[in-house]
């Protein structure tokens, strides 16, 4: 019986390294395509979620492919995240193991891009910037000084495409290095990212008391005021949604019935 017991136990540490075996063939196949299609300088992590391994291998279909490029440089961004989850891609086994994968189909692609704050930040000029998700009710609110420009449509803040966010930074008020918060709205506009500020908060307490008047108030909030373009979502996906993560704007979208393969990407 211990003999049994033994045997066992090392039958199933070879099939998980076999397992494991695969899957690093498979992740390598995929990220030489997404390299290629992105035009990435160095290879994306991909990750084949699920387990075991092998027999979403025999069947040619992979639940969850979870790809990650960091540090891309798209026009004055240099450290944008790429991102992309692959539910149920189709590669045939044998284009596997022989490494001749030259298409993969995907039932749906969710494609997503990251703005780090520290790209934001150097972009509208502010280089201490922090960004932080904000409280929903921020979207129900108009944006000071221009009442209702900023009022939420209709079903407020279930539209996906509008997130409220907190930036954090410091400006030079009056020759002094004066840290300030913004609340403003986070939204797609002709697939680029707009910030649009409702709200201004002194952090300096020698001078959250001092009356800043309007027009010095607006040249502040202006400063925040941004749209920008982080390019296209990988695999052509639509953006149609923002979100607000800690350190990061992020923008998503959906594909369905998506095919990948050396002549570009399709769909349908």
């Known amino acids: 019986m211990k003999k049994l017991v033994v045997t066992l136990v090392l039958a199933l540490g070879l099939l998980i390294v ?29 990750r084949v979620h699920g387990f075991p391994f092998l027999t979403q291998a025999v069947a040619g279909d992979y639940r969850d492919v979870e790809l990650e490029a960091k540090a891309v440089r798209v026009g004055q961004l240099s450290e944008l995240g790429v991102e992309a989850n692959l539910h149920h891609a189709r590669i045939g086994l044998g284009d596997v193991i022989a490494g001749t994968a030259d298409e993969i ?4 692609l969710v494609g997503r891009v990251k703005l780090k704050s520290s790209d934001v930040g150097r972009f509208i000029g502010i280089t201490d910037l922090t ?7 921020a979207l129900d609110e108009p944006v000071d000084g221009n009442e209702g420009s900023g009022s ?9 495409s509008r997130a409220a966010v907190a930036l954090d930074g410091s400006l030079d008020i009056a020759g002094n290095d004066v840290r300030v918060k913004v609340t403003a709205v986070l ?18 307490q020698a001078l959250e008391e001092i009356p800043l008047g309007d027009v010095f108030e607006k040249s502040i909030l202006q400063q925040f005021t941004t749209t920008i373009d982080p390019g296209a979502l990988p695999f052509e996906v639509t953006p149609t949604a923002v979100r607000v993560e800690r350190g990061a704007l992020v923008m998503a979208g959906t594909a369905n019935d998506v095919t990948i393969g050396s002549d570009g990407v399709t769909t349908g």
């Open 18 to 46: 076999a397992d494991y075996g695969a899957a690093s063939v498979a992740e390598y196949q995929v990220s030489q395509r997404v390299r290629e299609q992105l035009d990435l300088e160095e290879d994306p992590s991909v």
């Open 105 to 108: 189909r995907v039932d749906e």
């Open 131 to 137: 960004i932080n998700p904000a409280p929903k009710s």
């Open 152 to 160: 939420a449509p209709e079903g407020g803040t279930s539209d996906q």
């Open 187 to 204: 939204s797609l506009l002709n697939g680029q990212l707009t910030i649009e500020p409702k709200k201004l908060d002194i952090a300096d």
